[in-house]
């Protein structure tokens, strides 16, 4: 009775105890959710162009904030060296076509999970070399003092991380509904072979959705750096973003920014009603088994594309 | 000229399902045997055995038996370093709560227990697939690693938090624990690996073997023609974690000594071994050892390569160079040959057969 006490009732008690307190945990939920959905984003959109399933989104973010810290040590605007982290992440883009995806196009995709790994250790490797290891704070005059609205303690940083991912969302939509270049990134995420025979170019598609996938994964370092210093950790978010890819659906863009939100507020609301029931520290892989007893239920995620299996 | 079938008559079943059927390959792995068992021990120093040979034997032991679940039965698991570190932590509860029972039944023991726990976190396999399934994998490394953490009964509640290898005998030796001799640890380590291979090897050649490779190929056919997905899924599941399990306890028991879960993480463990096995080749005993043998080799050569050729960098800049030398090496290996090591092998030995001729 004790334990069923402890799990099942009490926290609830909790929760009806301050309705003011719960909703600070849930914003606080969304906003960490918020920014795994960054993260996510550019998993996604990888996925759905090219379906590779890139390991390295971790350390492309690692890499575009290093690079961002960087040029503005070295004294260059911040306009400037965001335009020219955004050039060097199209580089590189460039680079993992000409180099990685070409000579591995048809592969099983376990084989380019692999390959993407590998990439994951060269952009660590890079990244480190060209700008130290040692911790940096990336200011960009983001605010970062707390207000209250309605008795509900808010902070400007997490606000304007939400508000940011916001636009890049609206962005993202409107790029891939209503350019042509969109279109054929759609098309191309449909059927290769099909996209192929109406002439869209696949090789300068590889490259435009590696491109913006480093261009989201620029937005989520400033976000990420912003918050807790650029440093190697920033690699591990990687981690934090998988969970929310299953529950999301992998090619999925809403999923990405839904599956998000609802990982950031479970693991919130879970850590501070039912961690201190289990000991502690169950952030590291709460999530992990919330989304895997959800896909117990829906095996392709929420918003992912119907499996369907023929022989 | 050599090397080739033609002369070697069969007049028995038995020799005609023989696992090394023609003479030349009985010879090659008598000679692998007698480097193994005679010639590595006496020529190899203490060095050798703990930073190269013993690990690598028992990486290959694991990386078989990730193979076993995602090469032969097509089910990706990043879950490797959880089920490594079930079997470690209940070999270290068996061995202090029976210190009279044999080393070697604890081992087999507690990869029972890993079996146990593999099957249960293999169970979702069914209806989750691929990538979803990888990820799904996740939580047992995470959610395992952590319990090890927190429930202090798992480490005798030692305020560390560490478990310590205790001394055991095995025909009156010393084969675990720091006092061991590297010798006596390597020996315990090759018969597991050689044996395990072996049995890898004959199961994935017979029935069950067969059904895991058609529920990879394609389950629902598989399932048409009567495989049984869920006892096929499981058990790949299940022996496969045995393996990692038995891998796990020697990892602690026969090289670290001590260890920490941290020995267990995935950028410790489940990412390497997965490289073992993709490397190797999927679904081949042979290649995943061969793996092995590369991804412990590698940072070890990388790390002492600078010096020999007269390179001093500093520590820091040569690992982040390792690290990319690494990553490039990886995606070259996969791009030259996404079959592996296993394939390199057979091309290699297609060409001894037909030598000297080209074709």
Not at chain 1, 125 to 146: C, F, M, R, T, Y
Not at chain 1, 278 to 298: N, T
Not at chain 2, 38 to 51: F, K
Not at chain 2, 128 to 156: D, H, M, P, R, S
Request: net charge neutral.
């Amino acid at each position: 009775m004790e334990v069923l006490n402890t799990f099942l009732i009490a926290p609830f008690l909790d929760m009806a105890d301050s309705p003011i307190f719960l909703l600070e945990v849930v914003i606080g939920g969304l906003m960490a959710g918020v920014m795994y959905s960054l993260v996510a984003l550019g998993f996604v959109l990888i996925y759905k162009a090219s379906g590779v399933f890139n390991y390295a989104q971790g350390a492309m973010v690692l890499f575009a904030a290093l690079t961002l810290v960087g040029l503005m040590e070295n004294h260059v605007p911040i306009i400037v060296a965001i335009i020219l982290t955004m050039a060097v992440m199209v580089g590189v883009a460039m680079l993992i076509e000409r180099y990685m995806l070409r000579p591995l196009v048809n592969q099983a995709q376990i084989i380019l999970f692999m390959a993407c790994i590998g990439l994951n250790f060269v952009f660590e490797g890079a990244g480190q070399i060209a700008w130290g290891s040692n911790v940096k704070k990336l200011d960009i005059g983001i605010p970062e003092n707390s207000f209250e609205i309605g008795g509900v303690l808010l902070n400007a940083f997490d606000l304007t991380a939400a508000i940011t991912a916001a636009i890049l969302v609206a962005f993202l939509a409107v790029f891939f509904q209503k350019t042509a270049i969109g279109r054929a990134l759609r098309a191309v995420a449909d059927d290769h072979q099909a996209a192929l025979s109406v002439g869209i170019p696949l090789k300068t598609i590889w490259v435009i959705v590696w491109s913006v996938s480093g261009f989201v994964a620029l937005v989520a370092g400033i976000m990420w750096g912003g918050k807790a210093g650029v440093q190697f950790s920033l690699v591990l978010i990687a981690l934090k973003a998988l969970p929310v890819l299953i529950l999301g659906g992998f090619e999925s863009v809403p999923g990405a920014i839904i599956g998000g939100l609802l990982i950031g507020v479970f693991e919130k609301v879970s850590e501070v009603y039912w961690g201190p029931a289990f000991g502690g520290a169950i952030e590291g892989w709460f999530a992990y088994m919330a989304a895997l007893v959800f896909l117990m239920f829906r095996p392709q995620g929420l918003f992912g594309e119907k499996i369907i299996e023929r022989v | 000229m050599f090397y080739r079938e033609a002369g070697q008559f069969k007049s028995t079943y038995q020799t005609d399902q023989a696992i090394f059927p023609i003479v030349q390959d009985r010879w090659f792995m008598a000679l692998v045997f007698i480097v193994a068992f005679v010639v590595i021990p006496l020529v190899a120093d203490e060095y050798w055995h703990q930073a190269i040979i013993i690990p690598f034997l028992i990486l290959a032991l694991a990386a078989i038996g990730l193979n076993i679940l995602t090469g032969y039965a097509g089910l990706v698991s990043l879950g490797t370093g959880a089920f490594m570190a079930v079997g470690a932590y209940s070999t270290y509860k068996m061995s202090t709560a029976f210190p009279d029972l044999n080393i070697i039944i604890i081992f087999l023991l507690s990869g029972v227990f890993a079996a146990m726990v593999g099957m249960v976190f293999g169970a979702p396999s069914l209806r989750i697939k691929g990538f979803y399934l990888a990820v799904a994998t996740l939580a047992a490394q995470f959610f395992i690693l952590w319990v090890f953490n927190k429930v202090e009964w798992f480490f005798n509640y030692s305020p560390s938090g560490t478990i310590t290898a205790p001394p055991r005998e095995l025909f009156g030796v010393l084969v675990t624990g720091p006092e061991a001799s590297p010798v006596a640890r390597y020996y315990v380590c090759l018969v597991f690996l050689v044996v395990f291979a072996f049995a890898a090897k004959n199961m994935a050649r017979g029935r069950l073997g067969r059904s895991w490779m058609a529920i990879r190929d394609m389950d629902i056919a598989a399932e048409i023609i009567g495989i049984r997905p869920l006892q096929t899924k499981l058990s790949a599941f299940g022996i496969s974690s045995f393996y990692c399990g038995v891998a796990g306890a020697l990892y602690i028991f026969c090289w670290l000594g001590s260890a920490e879960t941290e020995a267990f993480d995935i950028l410790n463990v489940s990412f390497p071994v997965l490289f073992m096995v993709i490397i190797g080749g999927l679904g081949s005993v042979l290649g995943a050892i061969l793996g092995a043998a590369f991804i412990t080799l590698m940072p070890i050569f990388l790390t002492n390569a600078p010096p020999m050729i007269g390179i001093h960098l500093a520590a820091d800049l040569q690992k982040h160079i390792e690290e990319i030398i690494l990553g490039l090496m990886i995606i070259t290996f996969l791009i030259v040959e996404p079959a592996g090591f296993n394939r390199l092998w057979q091309i290699a030995k297609e060409k001894i057969r037909k030598w000297p001729f080209p074709y």
